[in-house]
């Protein structure tokens, strides 16, 4: 199955478990609106596509596994206010450079991007 944008009408949830099955389809940009939101278990399925700009929106996010699914496309331009402490997204498709504005995420503590495409030089900003 896929992700269902009529989640949005529950802007209260706060956590999303669905690792380990078989979702696929692309990650919906509307999740933007799910503003309670603090963690995102979507690892080891069959997500493909990009992930959303739009989920820079998120005020309180702190944890968002993405690794083991099919997503492909440059890391998403999440300015440099993006609060999650856990990021991880292993084993994927990702394409192209290590966006220069990620080394400023305010809370970050975990990077995991291996398993990618990447290419390019580490940014300087990202010491």
């Known amino acids: 199955g896929t992700l269902p944008n009529s989640w949005t009408n529950f802007p209260g949830i706060r956590t999303i478990f669905l690792h380990n099955n078989k979702l696929s389809g692309p990650l919906p ?12 278990h979507l690892y080891n ?19 968002l596994y993405l690794s083991g699914n099919q997503l ?11 609060q999650a ?9 990702l394409t192209g450079s290590l966006p220069d504005e990620w080394a400023s995420f305010p809370r970050l503590q975990r990077l995991s991007l291996s398993y990618n495409q990447f290419s390019g030089t580490l940014p300087d900003t990202w010491g």
Not at 29 to 40: K, N, P, V
Not at 72 to 81: I, K, M, R, V
Not at 85 to 93: A, G, P
Request: hydrophobic share 45%; aromatic share 10%.
């Open 29 to 40: 940009a509307s999740w933007s609106a799910l503003t309670s939101i603090r963690e995102i």
């Open 85 to 93: 402490r856990v990021i991880s997204l292993d084993e994927n498709q």
């Open 72 to 82: 492909s496309g440059s890391l998403p331009n999440w300015g440099t206010n993006f």
């Open 45 to 63: 399925n069959e997500l493909s596509g990009i992930i959303p700009d739009s989920w820079a929106a998120w005020p309180i996010i702190i944890r």
